[in-house]
């Protein structure tokens, strides 16, 4: 479980970076917008390669390590499915937490 954890953080961690890259929260936004409207069965499940495309309409590209990490048997990802809200609610979670340290550091 520990492994799990820190691969899930890992993957997050990559993401958030990748986020904050592209602009911040209206990347996010954008994400999340997307994801939403991928999910045709509004069950707040995805494939895995439509996940792909919602980050690459997004411009967050990933290379072939990044999306095996994402494959490690995370909490949001079983059997070739994405379970993007809790993806979106640890995304949120981390997004926000890199921009108070960011802030707090500027103080």
Do not use: P
């Not at 993401?15 to 904050?20: C, E, K, P």
């Not at 999340?32 to 690459?56: A, H, P, V, Y």
């Not at 490690?72 to 995304?91: C, M």
Request: net charge negative; hydrophobic share 40%; glycine share 8%.
């Amino acid at each position: 479980m520990e492994n799990e954890e820190e691969g899930e953080k890992d993957f997050i961690s990559i993401l958030i970076y990748r986020l904050l890259s592209k602009g911040g929260a209206f990347t996010l936004l954008d994400l999340i917008k997307n994801l939403q409207i991928i999910d045709f069965e509004g069950n707040k499940r995805i494939n895995s390669d439509e996940f792909l495309t919602g980050l690459q309409r997004c411009g967050i590209k990933l290379d072939s390590n990044e999306i095996q990490s994402l494959f490690l048997g995370h909490d949001f990802f079983t059997n070739g499915v994405v379970k993007y809200q809790i993806l979106i609610n640890l995304l949120l979670d981390q997004f926000w937490d890199e921009k108070k340290n960011s802030i707090s550091e500027e103080i």
